[in-house]
């Protein structure tokens, strides 16, 4: 889970970042324009083999509204019967998040939703190199939350791989293999750690760092963060398995309805 120069290196996912406004239901609400996060101006998640000229100033939008219960409006389907892998593994992450525990505190608690849903409706399938799991690419737009303080960034592009481990089992011919030496790569467990990770390089910690610094062109720091993550959330995540995606689903669209 890290950008990198043309580098290739098993046991990490590939963040390659490029950014700029996404759309999706998140733009309704994050509506007025602010100044460039200064910490920021040169400084990203962006050290792709593709990217060739300087990252342009990022920009930032606040919010004024936002639910007071958080509902998974990252899903393309409230049917359980039709639930991708991707709206799974954003299912069994917003479970997580939407709870009181070790790994939603880490993330920064329910607000950290939001960006989660951003990143997913995001993503798009492509074919990569087999040991990427997920490319973001671009220019980097902040959010800031006026009722609860919270903010993140979303690249411009953000691609999830078809050929990666996300979706595909170990192969070491190929050198694909799982982002991390716990969960085998393919599985239920994996995929949420991928998108945990993702969402760790877009939020931030109360002194305003990122939760996961930026770890392109360094495998070992790469690493690092995955087992953060894994450390943060191992519980979390192992217990997944007590619950179906239809009854997380029927819980997650329950707690939205409550007053």
């Not at 409006?73 to 991707?86: A, M, N």
């Not at 997920?134 to 902040?142: D, K, L, V, Y």
């Not at 969960?183 to 990122?210: C, I, K, M, S, Y």
């Not at 939760?211 to 995955?226: C, I, K, R």
Request: proline share 6%; aromatic share 6%; with cysteine.
């Amino acid at each position: 889970m890290r950008t990198a120069k043309g580098l290739q290196i098993t046991f990490v996912v590939f963040l390659i970042t490029k950014i700029t406004l996404v759309n999706s239901v998140a733009q309704n609400v994050l509506v007025r324009t602010l100044r460039p996060d200064p910490d920021e101006l040169n400084h990203g998640h962006n050290n792709a083999p593709a990217m060739t000229s300087p990252t342009p100033a990022e920009e930032s939008r606040s919010s004024s509204a936002v639910p007071a219960r958080a509902e998974p409006s990252g899903l393309r389907s409230r049917d359980p019967r039709k639930l991708g892998l991707l709206d799974r593994a954003y299912l069994d992450a917003f479970t997580i998040l939407n709870d009181e525990n070790e790994c939603s505190r880490f993330f920064g608690g329910k607000p950290a939703i939001s960006a989660l849903t951003e990143l997913v409706l995001q993503l798009k399938p492509r074919y990569l190199a087999e040991d990427i799991a997920i490319q973001m690419t671009g220019n980097t737009t902040h959010y800031l939350s006026n009722r609860t303080g919270f903010s993140f960034r979303l690249f411009d592009k953000a691609e999830i791989n078809l050929a990666g481990s996300f979706f595909r089992s170990s192969d070491p011919s190929k050198r694909r293999v799982s982002v991390t030496s716990v969960f085998r790569p393919n599985t239920r467990e994996t995929r949420v750690v991928v998108l945990l990770h993702e969402l760790g390089h877009l939020v931030r910690t109360a002194d305003r760092r990122w939760v996961l610094p930026d770890d392109g062109a360094d495998p070992s720091l790469s690493s690092e963060n995955t087992e953060r993550v894994v450390s943060a959330c191992r519980q979390q995540i192992e217990s997944l398995s007590r619950m179906t995606h239809a009854q997380e689903l029927e819980m997650a669209l329950s707690d939205a309805q409550l007053p």
